[in-house]
């Protein structure tokens, strides 16, 4: 079969038909990148160049509160500092790791409406002289092409109140949770609105929204139906609406919450996360004519590569029939795996990720 763009691989697999390939994506760690420029791989590269991988791009807004961004604390380890979305981190400058959450500004009622009133979708929140000088290149790359949303349980919890918060929350004060979850998401809408109505097209929209870790959910489906499902399904409803797709990353085990994802038109699903519980053989099995799954390859075993060569030879033939699968691991890719490792693993999805 012909050589196809990124774009139409996505496209054939989005549609439930086969392509050339599977499409190949995935996020490394910095530190990644860092041991792959000591092992070889020449430092100014374009690293989705160097693997002959697909181009996936972007398009992102600012939907914050906009609280002041500043500096509290600043060592040789790490930097202490505060974000727009009103919360106190703490990151470490040499290790890949994530934040450490100190404390949050929105945790009542009370401070909620406070920052949202400061979250209004002007244009000033959408970096265009990016877009102008982007967009023109992924379109004659033939580049997939993503609207990043940021709303949901995951982007509250772990950006702006706390998980403990939340979750609490979501049973004291489940009023001002789903205006949370609304208030984010309208205003996402109207920015990309103003996007779209300038003439800027991108091929699905994507937010990060974990429900789940390891063995089970962070909330019960009975609370998912009454306070977020319909906020998912909204944002799902609009992508339809503009013709494009609805792409949703949810780390954990949220094999339960499979059928209502599906309920609300939810076309693709990532990563899979298979050390937490996922099955994606079964949701082939079950769900793969509805629903695209992305990627479902454990990232634990990306370091052994006699081990993860096995594990994409046992599933990706299986994920890839009929098309609707995208090849990535379970999670990202750890500075654990080598540079080697890494081109072993991506000419082995070639091989047998191909359509005849």
Not at 156 to 163: A, D, L, Y
Not at 187 to 211: H, K, T
Not at 255 to 271: E, H, K
């Amino acid at each position: 079969m012909k050589a196809m763009t990124s774009r139409e691989r996505f496209k054939r697999m989005y549609e439930h038909r086969e392509a050339d390939r599977v499409p190949i994506t995935d996020i490394p760690w910095s530190g990644t990148f860092e041991r792959w420029h000591r092992e070889g791989m020449p430092a100014d590269a374009d690293w989705v160049d160097y693997f002959d991988i697909d181009h996936v791009s972007s398009i992102g807004v600012d939907n914050s509160p906009r609280y002041e961004c500043k500096t509290l604390e600043e060592t040789d380890e790490y930097v202490i500092y505060t974000t727009s979305w009103g919360v106190t981190q703490k990151s470490f400058k040499h290790r890949d790791s994530t934040p450490e959450f100190l404390d949050w500004r929105v945790t009542t009622p009370e401070s909620w409406e406070e920052a949202k009133a400061r979250m209004t979708p002007t244009r000033d929140r959408v970096d265009w002289a990016y877009l102008e000088r982007a967009y023109p290149l992924w379109r004659e790359r033939g580049d997939w092409v993503i609207a990043d949303f940021w709303f949901g349980f995951d982007v509250t919890h772990s950006w702006m109140m706390g998980t403990e918060n939340l979750l609490v929350a979501m049973c004291e004060e489940p009023e001002m949770v789903r205006d949370m979850f609304e208030h984010f998401l309208d205003v996402d809408i109207a920015l990309y609105d103003m996007i779209w109505d300038a003439g800027y097209r991108f091929d699905c929209i994507s937010w990060p929204d974990d429900m789940g870790y390891k063995g089970t959910t962070f909330f019960s489906n009975e609370t998912y139906r009454e306070l977020l499902k319909p906020v998912h399904k909204k944002a799902v409803d609009w992508a339809h609406n503009h013709g494009v797709y609805a792409h949703l990353h949810s780390c954990g085990n949220i094999m339960s919450r499979i059928p209502d994802l599906i309920d609300i038109g939810v076309d693709a699903l990532n990563p899979l996360e298979v050390k937490a519980g996922m099955e994606p053989l079964k949701l082939k099995r079950e769900y793969g004519d509805r629903l695209v799954l992305h990627g479902g390859v454990n990232a634990v075993l990306w370091d052994d590569r006699d081990a993860i060569i096995a594990e994409i030879g046992k599933v990706v033939p299986e994920l890839k029939k009929g098309g609707g699968y995208i090849f990535s691991s379970d999670h990202s890719i750890p500075n654990s795996v080598s540079l080697e490792n890494f081109k072993a693993i991506i000419a082995e999805v070639k091989r047998v990720g191909a359509y005849d």
